[in-house]
């Protein structure tokens, strides 16, 4: 009876061996091996190898590990930036209040007569500030949109006077700090207090282009996010119907309807639904090499497969779109 035991175990032992090595030669079934030579009696089989099966799984739970570990760390990287560029807005405001302060001189003199032939000359009263016709807005950061600490709803010109503000705006969007990305004059992005309730009954407030007028130019209420990319090209997010929508710093996902608008040709590259679900997006912020000579990438849209499509701006400043495939990325 022991011997018999004895005898059981070693060849559980022996197959346990052999099911986590590879099946490199195959006399009856015919294995799919990556070490198995190819040919007449061991082509690729219709039994999968188990060590390579093994290998296969493992890799693939280290790629969701990697993606998962590199999405958290985006998350706060983007959180960081994002906690950098709200308190240098608020730092910007108030230096430009300071500089806005009037310091007023008291000088005290004696008396002197005044005469019919000489009147005191009247204090001259400084008039609004006269708007140029190509003028650049200065803002909030005009590549994201998000909600600041502290809100502003006034546009200022190059010599931080104020040039256009009303109430109706929650956030403004322009120029912050130098016009990198060539973003067109005479327009700012505003994000209105009006709101919207397509949303799933939620309420998602309204965003748009104004002129140095404060005309609104596209005038639908359906759209919930704006930023600028490069040159005349404005990304346009129409507010999402799905409970999946969020969005932090510079990424976005969760929108049904997504284009890549020319505000100087007025034509536009719709993004599909991925699958029938939504859009998800990032903006560049630089540091990524397409490898082609003159591609500049600002927009990257991910696939529910991991694939992705990559928007840049060639040498002529033109929109093209360069797909990446997961196993390539």
Not at 116 to 137: H, R
Not at 179 to 189: E, H, Q, S, V, W
Request: aromatic share 10%; charged share 30%; glycine share 6%.
């Amino acid at each position: 009876m022991k011997s018999f035991l004895t005898t059981v175990l070693l060849l559980f032992m022996v197959q346990a061996a052999n099911a986590q090595s590879h099946v490199s030669k195959s006399e009856y079934a015919r294995y799919n091996c990556r070490f198995a030579p190819k040919g007449w009696n061991n082509s690729e089989g219709k039994l999968m190898c188990p060590a390579c099966d093994k290998e296969n799984e493992d890799a693939r739970k280290k790629k969701i590990a990697d993606d998962k570990a590199a999405y958290e760390a985006g998350k706060i990287r983007n959180a960081k930036l994002k906690a950098e560029n709200e308190a240098n807005f608020k730092k910007k405001l108030a230096e430009t209040a300071e500089k806005s302060k009037v310091t007023e001189v008291h000088v005290t003199m004696g008396k002197m007569p005044v005469t019919d032939s000489k009147k005191p000359e009247q204090p001259v009263k400084k008039g609004p500030v006269k708007l140029a016709k190509d003028i650049e807005l200065y803002a909030g950061w005009g590549m994201g949109m998000f909600t600041h600490n502290s809100r502003t709803n006034f546009f200022l010109n190059e010599n931080k006077d104020t040039v256009l503000k009303s109430n109706d705006y929650l956030e403004t969007y322009a120029v912050w700090r130098e016009n990198k990305n060539n973003f067109p004059k005479n327009i700012g992005i505003v994000l209105l207090k009006e709101t919207n309730k397509i949303s799933n009954g939620r309420e998602q407030n309204v965003a748009d282009i104004v002129d140095l007028k404060g005309k609104r130019y596209f005038n639908d209420n359906t759209i919930s996010t704006i930023f600028h990319l490069a040159d005349d090209y404005f990304v346009i997010c129409k507010s999402p119907t799905l409970p999946e929508w969020r969005s932090y710093g510079n990424n976005y996902t969760g929108y049904e309807n997504v284009e890549i608008y020319n505000l100087k040709t007025k034509k536009s590259i719709k993004l599909d639904k991925d699958a029938g679900r939504f859009v998800s997006i990032s903006i560049y912020v630089g540091g990524r090499k397409m490898g082609d000579p003159g591609l500049e990438p600002f927009l990257s849209r991910v696939y529910i497969n991991y694939d992705e499509d990559v928007y840049c701006l060639n040498a002529n400043r033109e929109m093209v779109v360069k797909k990446i495939l997961k196993a390539d990325r």
